[in-house]
């Protein structure tokens, strides 16, 4: 019976590029999804940038451009690591699209009308000069229990007590240095204690969650009373607005869960569908995959907003561990901290998915990524057991194609048939470890037979052309029977299998029964060993990222000690570039002010006489009457444009222009000249 399912993977966050640790989860529900739809269910595959929050905010601030700009930038970057890894998603789209605001206002309306929300007033930590209230992650300072030093603001690593920021012994803001002020706000909260009953029920029974999950919501969250939820945030923030409360934000934790019903949104609209037929609907299964992280925001405050607002709660949410490497957590001056661009830069995406697949099972265990491993298994499994199979067969029967009738293998491709429920049902389960292993099994049985049967000693007999023809039919048989089995995991392999078998992959069932009398197209290597020194090229390659990520970073904490803001840049933006020769075109000459005095009949200007040296002197007409009295510039030594076309004004002649800087008016500031400069020399 044909099911209808949508599944999600977390949003990732569009502050950053995405890493082998995120991928982990994208691999893990792509060979979810591509399961699914290999059995012949409708099955949808849902995600989105998450792109809302302070950093958000900060970082488009720093790099002087918009927000809209930069998650443009990301959600391009993001789809192209994915796709490189073979991660095809239905619908990827963004929490900060028309849709997803729609929807927001929709869950808050039923969340209001339930009278779940309530407004207090908040002590939040205010960096003034940055003109923003800090999130825990953005201020650092001494825990209030044991003194140590340069924590967040939300707990302590050292001894692992947990404080709100407004408790950290001298507190320090992280994006200017300054001391923060302590303010008040109000604020709005979700009252989700109201739904203790529901949601003590909905984890603890069916199938939602696995064993350990729900026993750890059971005991650290809902043996109490549940905590309200704060779900706004003020101004400035990047977000959408709360349209009942005026200079209030929802948080991004509110909206980035919504994310995936406005992408649903734009996947159902696409194809002529209502959004109700998947988030109003008995008949829909919702799957969710996430990382233990975020266990908290995805099995409470996300099933509680959906009861609320009437919306179809989740079947089961599927909850996984972290990614490590070599058995410690990825680092970047380590090298293990690697990109997906990174990555498939150097080896076979395809390689990774394997290797996560033959790794992961259905519980929330953390995963090593051991490259010495991932070396020799990828070699041994894919490249000596599977690919094998079809390189030692398939140039045999290139001329020929597969026999008309299917010869008797001693009932290897019966039994791999039969296999087959077995490793549907650890697919199903997200026990991928199992379903390779059992798949690895037929892959042995296989190469054995052929082993057995040795093509290549039969092609070396003409009157044995039958037997060769037999021996390879089965073998590459058993081969496409392997790869079908496979397909989820390694799709781009299945889609090689079927150009070179001359039928395409479609279907579960393809794997129960043979080919026989079809072509064989000429055989292409598919796949390439993995190196150890390709791995250690990658991690050196990374190594390298990121020391040049270590030193820009350096460079703006030299910057962010001095305080200088943005503003300006933001106000007025860079020039386009020109060449060294445009510039030297420019002859900037330091010169001495030898007379100063106002222009009556001008509001801004000043007259300037100025001494290059000797007798070359030159009459300026300068905007800085606002910002300095005459007698107070007579002998400073100043910057001009010693080069600039004459101009004739109606208060005399003004041949040449003196440097400043500043918005104008009474703020303007002359570019000085350190002492020991001589007036006419040049200024490089």
């Not at 043996?223 to 704060?230: A, G, P």
């Not at 010169?591 to 290059?612: D, F, G, M, W």
Request: charged share 25%; net charge negative; hydrophobic share 40%.
């Amino acid at each position: 019976m044909s099911r209808r399912i949508l599944v999600t993977a977390a949003l990732p966050y569009a502050n950053g590029h995405i890493h082998i640790g995120h991928l982990m989860e994208y691999v893990q529900t792509d060979i979810w999804v591509r399961f699914q739809k290999l059995r012949g269910h409708q099955c949808i595959y849902i995600c989105a940038d998450d792109t809302h929050g302070t950093p958000i905010m900060l970082r488009a601030r720093r790099e002087g451009r918009s927000e809209t700009s930069l998650l443009a930038e990301m959600h391009e970057s993001h789809l192209r690591d994915f796709t490189s890894f073979q991660v095809e998603f239905d619908n990827y789209g963004s929490t900060n699209s028309p849709e997803s605001q729609q929807v927001c206002e929709q869950i808050w309306a039923a969340v209001r009308a339930a009278g779940l929300v309530v407004e207090r007033d908040v002590e939040q930590l205010f960096d003034a000069s940055e003109g923003i209230f800090l999130a825990d992650r953005f201020v650092r300072g001494k825990c209030p229990k044991c003194g140590a030093p340069d924590q967040y603001g939300d707990n302590c690593d050292v001894c692992g007590h947990t404080y709100v920021a407004t408790e950290l012994i001298d507190p320090v803001s992280t994006i200017s240095g300054e001391t923060p002020e302590i303010r008040t706000t109000k604020q709005l909260f979700v009252r989700i204690e109201e739904l203790h009953a529901f949601l003590d029920e909905w984890t603890q029974s069916g199938d939602h969650l696995q064993p350990e999950m729900a026993n750890y919501l059971k005991g650290q969250f809902l043996s109490e009373e549940l905590r309200d939820w704060d779900v706004s945030r003020p101004a400035p923030y990047f977000g959408f607005p709360i349209p009942d409360s005026p200079g209030n934000y929802w948080y991004v934790w509110f909206d980035a869960p919504i994310g995936y019903i406005g992408s649903t949104a734009q996947y159902a609209a696409r194809h002529g569908q209502s959004l109700d037929e998947w988030w109003r609907s008995d008949d829909t299964e919702i799957h969710h995959f996430i990382g233990k992280d975020i266990t908290y925001f995805h099995t409470l405050f996300w099933p509680a907003m959906l009861k609320t607002a009437g919306l179809s709660l989740p079947k089961k949410v599927h909850i996984h561990g972290f990614l490590k490497v070599n058995g410690r957590k990825m680092s970047k001056r380590d090298g293990t901290f690697v990109l997906a661009s990174t990555f498939a830069g150097h080896l076979d995406p395809a390689a990774f998915r394997y290797y996560l697949a033959s790794k992961l099972g259905p519980g929330v265990d953390d995963l090593d990524l051991n490259l010495k491993e991932f070396v020799a298994k990828v070699n041994s499994d894919l490249v000596g057991k599977v690919v094998n199979l079809a390189s030692r067969s398939a140039k045999f029967v290139a001329a020929t194609g597969l026999s008309a009738n299917y010869p008797d293998d001693g009932g290897l491709f019966q039994k791999a048939a039969e296999q087959g429920a077995a490793i549907a049902e650890a697919y199903e389960k997200c026990d991928y470890n199992q379903a390779m292993r059992l798949i690895m099994e037929l892959a042995d049985a296989a190469n054995a037979y052929v082993d057995r049967t040795a093509p290549w000693t039969l092609k070396k007999e003409p009157d044995k052309a039958d037997e060769l023809q037999d021996a390879c039919t089965v073998a590459l048989n058993l081969f496409r029977q392997i790869v079908v089995y496979l397909t989820p995991v390694m799709p781009r392999l299945a889609e090689q299998v079927g150009e070179l078998l001359t039928v395409e992959i479609a279907h579960w069932d393809d794997a129960q029964t043979p080919l026989v009398g079809t072509p064989v197209a000429k055989f292409k290597h598919l796949m390439q060993r993995v190196t150890e020194e390709s791995v250690e090229k990658m991690i050196e390659d990374q190594k390298q990222q990121a020391e040049q990520e270590a030193a820009a970073q350096q460079a703006r904490d030299a910057a962010q000690a001095y305080n200088d803001s943005d503003q300006p840049l933001r106000e007025e933006a860079l020039a386009e570039t020109c060449t060294i020769e445009d510039f030297m075109k420019v002859d900037l000459r330091v010169a001495r002010v030898i007379q100063a005095e106002h222009v009556p009949e001008a509001n801004k200007l000043l007259k300037l006489t100025l001494s290059l040296g000797g007798d070359e002197q030159r009459q300026v007409f300068a905007g800085i009457k606002a910002a300095y009295e005459p007698d107070k510039l007579v002998g400073r030594l100043v910057v001009m444009v010693a080069n600039l076309e004459p101009r004739q004004m109606r208060f005399g002649l003004s041949e040449g222009m003196v440097t400043a800087a500043g918005p104008g008016k009474a703020e303007v500031y002359l570019l000085g000249v350190d002492s020991g400069a001589k007036p006419g020399q040049r200024v490089h």
